[in-house]
């Protein structure tokens, strides 16, 4: 892995060394845990993806993908992490672009900015590996607290060199992306969307954006499945609970503490046992065998809200709830051995009791739920505990509440497993601050 350069203000260049050191560090603001390879996965409202991608063996083939993410906070400075995690071959990138989205598929004149890696215009990404960009400057973000930045899109533009071979993405974006036709060519300078016909409601090969903010600034990732991912959300609204809570500690602290997004939908704590480019699975590698590339690597992170185990009882998972109160402990001794200092905070699972899902709402997984939710509540293993359960259940039936069941983004009548927009503001609005940033709600 090769980290960027940091090139710092001129100002700060007056400053000793380690003074420079204590003012400013790299936060992770956004990220996207991958999984593939495509079209292996869970994606939400995907457009007919067989114009962009015709042969999911050859991949992106000579041409550009302009992925739209938006960063839960700004800095002067970027770098972004590009991967071939699951990738058969190597992943060569040159034409990388980064500027904000203006809509659609156009960027805003005058934005973009070219990304390098190395000093070079031009990246090549062995199968399973991954590659941080130099740092880049970001002149409209001159004034990172600036109240018209918050909620905006960038737009990161890159070129595929040839085939890519088969490709590792993130399934469930919830956010329309675009790509150019294949043998397009480099077409990432271009501000406009006229080269950008086809979209995407997923991300390639781009799992990772950092900014340069003052050290310290607390990173909180949500870890988990499909409704920390945002199925049943509204697509394009930000309204994933992790979405929600980064505008709760926003307005409670400003611009001052990042939220990041490591949810997979269909994910599993401790299956499947195998995972690799040749035996895919839906909903990705395991979290135990994912806790390093997801969490871990990323920078600066303070504390981890995780919510997982509903896929492990599933009738597609089947484990115990041992099993997964074990997976879980361990899982946590190794963040606490990896980050010291870590807060992980533990969620309670919401109802899947009568989901008209195939493999969810028995009564078999509701029992392995009451049991897991105890050890999330008493089990002292966390350094707090997020009670998502009482938000979202009715009492009455022992299902999600009737007005947080249809889906926010189809319209449809909903899967009574997945939480939509109502049943993840509920969540959000149940975590207190404290429990996540205590630093910053003892100055506040």
């Known amino acids: 892995m090769r980290r960027g350069l940091v090139a710092l203000p001129a100002a700060a260049l007056l400053l000793p060394s380690a003074a420079r050191a204590a003012r400013l560090g790299w936060a992770t603001v956004w990220a996207a845990s991958v999984q593939g390879p495509y079209p292996v996965g869970n994606p939400s409202a995907q457009p007919d993806q067989r114009f962009a991608f015709p042969d999911p063996g050859v991949g992106a083939r000579d041409q550009t993908l302009r992925m739209v993410v938006r960063p839960s906070l700004w800095g002067r400075q970027a770098r972004l992490r590009f991967t071939n995690a699951l990738g058969t071959r190597p992943l060569r990138l040159d034409g990388v672009f980064v500027g904000l ?34 740092a880049v400057a970001l002149p409209f973000a001159r004034d990172a607290a600036a109240p018209l930045l918050a909620g905006r899109k960038l737009a990161v533009s890159f070129h595929v060199v040839g085939d890519s071979g088969p490709m590792t993405w993130h399934a ?65 609204g930000d309204d994933r609970w992790p979405d929600v809570l980064a505008r709760r500690l926003h307005a409670a602290f400003g611009n001052r503490v990042a939220v990041v997004n490591a949810g997979i939908g269909g994910n599993q704590v401790v299956g499947p046992a195998e995972y690799s480019p040749a035996k895919p699975f839906p909903g990705g590698p395991s979290a135990l065998s994912r806790l390093e590339r997801d969490v871990i690597s990323l920078s600066g992170v303070t504390t981890v809200v995780w919510l997982e185990g509903t896929n492990d009882f599933s009738r597609n998972g089947n484990a115990s709830a041992g099993a997964v109160i074990e997976g879980v402990r361990g899982g946590v001794a190794r963040l606490r051995a990896a980050l010291p200092g870590v807060r992980v905070v533990g969620a309670t699972l919401v109802s899947a009791l009568r989901s008209t899902s195939a493999a969810h709402g028995f009564a078999e997984q509701e029992q392995k739920r009451q049991v897991y939710n105890g050890f999330v509540r008493g089990g002292g293993v966390f350094d707090a505990v997020v009670d998502f359960d009482a938000a979202t259940l009715d009492a009455t039936s022992g299902e999600l509440q009737p007005q947080m069941v249809p889906e926010s983004t189809t319209g449809g009548p909903g899967d009574r497993l997945h939480p939509n ?24």
């Open 101 to 134: 989205q203006h809509g659609g598929a156009t960027v805003l004149a005058g934005t973009s900015r070219q990304l390098r890696f190395g000093g070079e215009a031009t990246v090549e990404i062995p199968p399973g590996g991954m590659v941080w960009s130099d």
């Open 172 to 236: 469930k974006a919830l956010q329309t992306s675009y790509v150019s036709a294949p043998g397009a060519g480099a077409v990432g300078a271009e501000e406009g969307e006229a080269r950008f016909p086809y979209s995407t409601a997923s991300w390639f090969f781009l799992d990772a954006l950092d900014m340069q903010v003052p050290a310290g600034t607390p990173v909180v990732v949500g870890f988990g499945d499909s409704i920390t991912d945002g199925t049943a959300s509204t697509m394009n």
């Open 421 to 444: 927009r109502a049943g993840y503001l509920a969540m959000a609005n149940a975590i207190d601050p404290a429990a996540l940033v205590p630093g910053l709600a003892r100055r506040r």
